[in-house]
């Protein structure tokens, strides 16, 4: 699977590589807010209100409406709050000695500008109001926020049989398929100009006659042999799947069929083959919406999966794997944060001006 990048992390929701779950600011220590440019303040560390601001500027840059000053207030704390957790789990890290090194973050680097030309990296620069120095930074506390929780959560997860077993006992039925199930991704690209990109690269048709020269360049790009994941982060018009590398998951056999052309092309494909162009129609007006690319990722027949099923130990592995890691990240994070001391000015800021 493609490893995710800054600019995946920037325009899912701040413009920072942080994990999700927010912490809420608490006061401690001096609470007179400081003379100069900052937004609060984790053990002594100053968050600069204009990071700040850059960040809530790269969240607003695909947003079509202009937010009330109410948003806005609320926006910048949300950011605020994930800068502040993101800087507990810097310092956390760095007394660890986990801070990724130059080299780590150069290896990286190089992995992702190998997939785009130096003009569209530099074009990505550009779209996210960053320098490559920003972005080195931002990267360098994304793969040091990865090695930490690598060691302090992910290391300690251990998943036996016995709860493999367990689970799969109680959820048996689940693995029951009473119809076919199609593993599916997709490449969207649709001509309606007040659809937001949702891709990497912010990249977008704007009428039909963009869409299908796009569309067309696309199929061609994939029959040469490039990566259809890559090109869907980076190019597909579906907000919902693109930045999964356009993976819908499973559908089943009766769903396909309410579309009887795109059925009928992915019954036809093996695993890893990818459709023809096939039009998206709008079902109330039955005009053309847009248009697809449709890759056959794998195919589950009718049946009961057993528990020796390979793909079932998986599945049930990575579930009950998933749900650890995250009840664990959660605690962690809150322990983390009981011991820090943090200021959030800004909140104070709001709350001052609210009061007059």
Do not use: W
Not at 42 to 60: F, T
Not at 258 to 285: N, R, W
């Amino acid at each position: 699977m493609q490893a995710e990048s800054v600019f995946q992390a920037r325009s899912r929701f701040t413009g920072l590589v942080l994990l999700s779950g927010a912490l809420l600011a608490t006061a401690a220590g001096c609470h007179h807010a400081p003379t100069y440019d900052v937004a609060a303040t984790v053990n002594g560390k100053e968050i600069l209100g204009s990071d700040l601001e850059r960040y809530y500027k790269a969240n607003l840059r695909n947003n079509p409406q202009q937010p009330s000053p109410e948003q806005a207030g609320i926006g910048r704390l949300t950011i605020l709050d994930k800068m502040i957790e993101d800087e507990i789990l810097q310092q956390r890290a760095a007394k660890l000695n986990l801070t990724a090194s130059d080299e780590d973050v150069n290896a990286k680097l190089t992995e992702i500008k190998a997939l785009h030309t130096q003009e569209e990296f530099d074009a990505l620069l550009k779209q996210n109001n960053t320098t490559l120095d920003d972005y080195k930074r931002d990267l360098r506390r994304q793969l040091t926020t990865t090695k930490l929780l690598n060691k302090e959560i992910e290391s300690k997860i251990n998943i036996t049989d016995a709860e493999i077993s367990g689970y799969y006992a109680a959820h048996k039925s689940e693995f029951d398929l009473i119809e076919p199930q199609y593993h599916i991704a997709r490449i969207v690209v649709t001509g309606a100009p007040s659809q937001q990109a949702g891709n990497l690269q912010n990249n977008k048709a704007t009428n039909d006659a963009a869409a299908k020269k796009k569309i067309q360049e696309l199929h061609s790009r994939l029959e040469s042999g490039d990566d259809f994941g890559n090109l869907a982060v980076n190019l597909s018009e579906d907000a919902d799947t693109a930045s999964n590398g356009g993976d819908m998951g499973f559908v089943a056999e009766s769903a396909l069929q309410t579309h009887p052309e795109v059925y009928g092309a992915i019954s036809k494909l093996k695993p890893g083959q990818f459709t023809d162009v096939l039009p998206i129609v709008d079902p109330a007006s039955h005009r053309t919406a847009g248009y697809a690319i449709y890759k056959l990722i794998s195919k589950e027949l009718a049946g009961q999966r057993e528990l020796n099923d390979p793909r079932v130990q998986a599945l049930i592995r990575q579930t009950l794997r998933d749900g650890h890691a995250q009840l664990l990240r959660n605690a962690y994070f809150e322990t983390l944060h009981n011991d820090a001391k943090v200021h959030n000015y800004l909140a104070d800021q709001i709350l001052k001006e609210g009061a007059k």
